[in-house]
């Protein structure tokens, strides 16, 4: 018999409304869902792989057992969590309970229950050592928008905006990063036909490129020069806001003068642009309402922070806000509903707080504890030690940079213990592997997906949508699974520990206040957990789930409010410090561009994200193999025929640190002089290289975890590496 039911693809955070096809109870096929009001029948080629990678033969339905000669045995989860609860009783007891981490991945945003049970466990613990991958992926958005101060209304509606400038971001591959979550491709093309102008700034002409009216195709690692140009051309015009600066800014004199060194004829030469189109893309942005918005490569420079702070400055000076009287797309559903007042919350000190690490002076962020540390961390032996991690819903073996000297760091623990859908690369140096249930096993809902409108401007759906989606099937017969939370609950309850979570709020949203304690006795179910975390949701959750395609929840009664009487805070575009930086940056023009080339590295190694992967999840589907089972490493063809190669070669990619085989591919939508790779693939160190064509290799084995380092965030410079390339025999 075949039935069909709505539901919410996870295997991403797009957080597509599909449908799934059932033959007998069992999954056959996933596609669009037309009647979905946000996502209109989108699904991409991973969410249509979503019934496969359900009945993979790769998919643990048992937990594992690391036994002493290294192989692995399935042991029933029960068993695994009475064993893990102990040694880390015992752990704890012995070095403290800092001697315990916690490191959450991608795929605990797109659940979202673990997050809050996982902190709330660590907290119980008395451990502050939680690690997340926002810290390797944009953590300085974060501290950049303390330093700037927030503005406590959204970005232009996306329906109203003249302009969308997007750099080194490909939301056309990627999602969210700076079109509207839910179907972008769609967006953008209504909202390029109704007149509003794109820019994008990408060293390849990648998927979303493409569909620019202008588009910068820069040397890689530019992308603070641009901006800075950007500024300097815009001030220097005066094409700036100056009503809206007057009243809300402070600092613009200082930032007059701090960009005056970035020339636009300098920036463009060094960035091998035409200075045209730079001054194009300036005056177009500054001169329409919209909003800029940019993806995880500018991040990855090693000055993220920086990059960021002038990139909110930009829309800053140029007043890319919502003012009084503006209608409010979204003013939350699952979230608490927010005011929107036109006015500033006042800037702070987002970094440099508790807790502090033991190496290199790292602290804490609002970007997050420095993942990049975490290795140094396990291996630096003496008081403080990290000795246990509970890594969830991640695989840092390949996604931490410097994979050797990480996987070296793991393998040292005293614990590791990885919850993972399938035997990955950090699976595979745990001590216990707990198996979870997938999506169609479990509820769902949008609330990560409209945090995600905290982010950054530019980010997150466009109007007020959210969907439920109710467990569909049971796990295969014979499963022994559990949900993610569900580990850390059961984890407290054998050491005896209280756990309590908030509920879900949003910046100036008013809570009903306090934390909600878990019945530590009746274990609650996960729809427990989502009516604790949705309690102050504007739509009760109740409400949500009568519409089982989604819906959206408009408030046509919101607008921004005036700025209340009184207010005096101001946005800072001229942070001393972001102002050292600054100097710092303009006293290294001249020595950008070719004169920064290393001809012993004559190559820039960039990263760029694939449809068929979401990073190093999808590799083993045979629907997402098909093309390429491994990751290309994309080179332009010229670049290929001078250097005596052709598709398919083999090569050995060599940075300052490490080197690594790869496969070849032509790409003339990149820039000459360019590799373009995608991350987190591949294997342990010791597999990878003969294993190449079957999974991909690893390019985070280039990286070093002390290469400008931000130094707010502690993130490592990960993307414009210097490599050389060298045919091998295969
Ligand atoms: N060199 C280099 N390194 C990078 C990057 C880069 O561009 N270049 N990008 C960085 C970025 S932006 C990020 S976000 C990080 C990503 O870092 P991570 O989040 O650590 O890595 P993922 O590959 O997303 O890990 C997902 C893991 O979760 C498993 N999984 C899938 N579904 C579930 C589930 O429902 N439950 C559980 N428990 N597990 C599940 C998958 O099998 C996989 O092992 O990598 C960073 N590292
Ligand atoms: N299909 C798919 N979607 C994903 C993921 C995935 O693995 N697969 N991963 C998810 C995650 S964790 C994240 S963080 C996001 C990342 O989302 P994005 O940041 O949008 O993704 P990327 O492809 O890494 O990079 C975007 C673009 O930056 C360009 N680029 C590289 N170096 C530079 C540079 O120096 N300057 C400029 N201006 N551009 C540069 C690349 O050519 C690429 O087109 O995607 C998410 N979505
Ligand atoms: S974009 Fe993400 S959520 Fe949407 S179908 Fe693809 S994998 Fe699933
Ligand atoms: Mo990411």
Redesign the pocket.
Known sequence: MRTTRPTMC?FCDNGCGVLVDFEDGLPVKARGDRDNPAYAGFCCIKGQNVPDQWNHSGRLLQSQKRLPDGTFAPVASSEAIDAIAEKLGEIAAKHGPRSVAL?E????V??PATMPIAKAFMEALGSSLVFN??S???PGKAVAQALHGTWQAPSPPFESRDVTMLIGANPLVSFQMGLPIANPGRELNAAVARGMRFIVIDPRRSETARKAHIHLQCRPGHDLFLVAAMLNVILREDLHDAAFVAENVAGLKTLRAAVEPFDPELVAEQADVPVADLLEATRTFAMGCGVATAG?APS?NGQGTLFEYLLITLNTICGQWSRAGDPVAHTGTLTPAFPAIAQASAPYRGYGYEPKLRVRDIANCDGGLQASALAEEILLEGEGQIRALIS?????A????DQVLNVRALEKLDLLVQ????R?A??RVADYVIA????LEMAGMTLSQELYGFYAPGIGYKEAYAQYAPPLIEPPEGADVIE?WELFYALAQRMGLELEIAPATAPGAKSSGGRVALDMTRKPSTDDIFEILTRDARVPLSEVRKHPHGAIFRDETMVVAPREEGWIERLDVANPEMMTDLADLAASLGKAGAAGLDSRYPFRLI?G?LMRS????GQDLEGLRRKWPYNPAFMHPDDLEREGLGAGDLVEIRSEHGSIRGIVQPDAELRAGVVSMA??YGGLPDEQDAKVREWGTN??RL?RVDDSVDRYTGQPR??NISVSIQAVPD
Request: net charge positive; aromatic share 8%; charged share 15%.
């Open positions: 996870r490191y991945g991608t795929y605990s797109v659940n991958a926002n390797i992926d944009m995880t990855f969830v819903a991640g695989n840092p390949l996604a931490i940079p919850i993972d859908i399938k990955s950090t699976a979870p249930k997938l999506p993610d990263n994200r979401y990073n190093s999840n991350p987190t390019s985070g990286l990960m993307g």
